[in-house]
């Protein structure tokens, strides 16, 4: 995690060619044509986050929803859902953006994706499936998993191509 927390901080700045080729090297492309190239992005994919408060996010979203999953089905089950999850999440990105480049010829895609949300998505959503009105209390107030997961689908298509992804990992 330190790694992929270092590792990050190189997205900032593209202006290096130490930097490109890091960030070619270790981040999955958002065409897939050039991530066909770079099959062990694939591996790497899982574990990326595209900077530090996404990455606390993911780590409270980790504890949070990965116990409750955990308790319920067990933790081989539970890191099955978050990378069955990240890979169908980018599967369901390139369909869907193929389609529409199909229909579209000047849809810009991102130049790299990041699959952490993707399986924290995989995982809050196994768990709503699981228990649709359990709830958690954040700060005074009690909400069910529900809404919290409806909250959260909405909050992800402010940037469409994160949307896709984490609505593919649902």
Do not use: H
């Amino acid at each position: 995690s330190a790694f992929l927390l270092f590792g990050f901080t190189f997205i900032k700045d593209q202006s290096t060619i130490i930097t490109d080729s890091f960030n070619q090297n270790f981040y999955l492309s958002g065409n897939i044509l050039k991530a066909i190239k770079l099959p062990w992005t694939y591996l790497i994919f899982p574990f990326t986050n595209s900077g530090f408060f996404e990455l606390i996010f993911n780590v409270i979203a980790l504890y949070w929803f990965g116990t409750l999953v955990t308790d319920f089905i067990g933790g081989k089950r539970m890191l099955f859902i978050y990378l069955a999850g990240v890979f169908y999440a980018a599967i369901f990105y390139y369909l869907i953006f193929g389609i529409a480049e199909i229909f579209a010829k000047s849809i810009e895609l991102p130049k790299f994706l990041f699959g952490n949300s993707a399986g924290i998505y995989a995982l809050i959503f196994a768990t709503i499936a699981l228990l649709p009105d359990y709830q958690i209390r954040i700060f005074t107030l009690n909400i069910k998993l529900k809404y919290i997961g409806l909250f959260l689908i909405l909050l992800s298509f402010r940037f469409p191509a994160v949307g896709i992804l984490n609505l593919g990992s649902a």
